[in-house]
């Protein structure tokens, strides 16, 4: 009897024990903003309905907000609540996301964005209290795009028909990020061959508070950020483009 007691014990409390957490521990996070301008002359127009940008989109949408670690990596589709997104759970704020977090591709839902947004980085930054929730996830990081004036700052430089360069662009970024390292990458302009300014990526500790990027080469990080976009346009979709950023301003 006493075996079959403990049996008991042990299975009634079992799911207590394998309760598990969401997200996973991270450093920090990258908000990522996107100028859906370059986006669109980057993608292939030769197919029909390949990329639009709805009516009301600002000149700088939100592409995401991802826990990433200090080495360059990065946690992907976690455990989280719900595990894949669920449109019913942020209906209260919806409205706002469409025009903010818009999709840029006609052929795809708008929900589909957010979705993959959600299903890939939301679920792994419920580890923390202020991500815990879907709807959490999705406010938050329209408080961050709301609190981050990069259209403000860009606007000084551009868009222009003159190439800019890192150091421009790190200057009109300088009253916004209060002079902390972030990234950008570019994009390839299928009709001009032009390089365009697709996005920026501001670092940002768990608090939400700006940080400084971390840099993961040695000091050449304008090389650097050169061979980062270079690697993303041969794998992935298209990110976002600023009128014309082009290369030819680096040091
Ligand atoms: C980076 O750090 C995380 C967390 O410490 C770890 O899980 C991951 O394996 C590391 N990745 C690499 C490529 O070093």
């Not at 939301?122 to 815990?132: P, R, W």
């Not at 400084?212 to 040695?218: E, F, I, R, S, V």
């Amino acid at each position: 009897m006493k075996p079959l007691i403990l049996l008991l014990i042990i299975f009634s409390s079992f799911p207590t024990i394998i309760h598990c957490r969401n997200g996973v521990p991270f450093d920090y996070l990258m908000f990522t903003t996107i100028y859906p301008t370059a986006v669109c002359r980057a993608d292939d127009d030769s197919v029909p309905e390949s990329c639009e940008i709805p009516d009301g989109t600002p000149k700088w949408s939100i592409h995401g907000l991802w826990p990433n670690y200090e080495n360059g990596s990065y946690p992907q589709n976690c455990h989280g609540t719900p595990k894949h997104f669920e449109e019913d759970l942020i209906k209260s704020i919806e409205e706002r996301l469409v025009t903010v977090w818009p999709n840029l591709y006609p052929k795809k839902t708008i929900q589909s964005f957010w979705k993959h947004e959600y299903d890939k980085h939301g679920t792994c930054a419920q580890s923390e209290k202020l991500f815990e929730s879907e709807l959490a996830y999705f406010t938050e990081v329209m408080k961050v795009f709301d609190s981050i004036d990069v259209a403000g700052g860009m606007s000084s430089v551009g868009p222009s028909e003159k190439p800019i360069g890192a150091k421009d662009i790190q200057n009109a970024l300088a009253g916004v990020t209060g002079g902390k390292k972030f990234e950008f990458n570019c994009l390839r302009d299928k009709k001009t061959k032009q390089f365009l300014l697709g996005d920026i990526r501001l670092c940002l500790n768990k608090d939400l508070t700006l940080r400084d990027c971390p840099g993961h080469h040695h000091d050449d990080s304008h090389l650097n950020r050169v061979s980062r976009f270079e690697r993303s346009t041969r794998k992935g979709p298209p990110l976002p483009s600023f009128q014309v950023s082009v290369f030819s301003g680096l040091p």
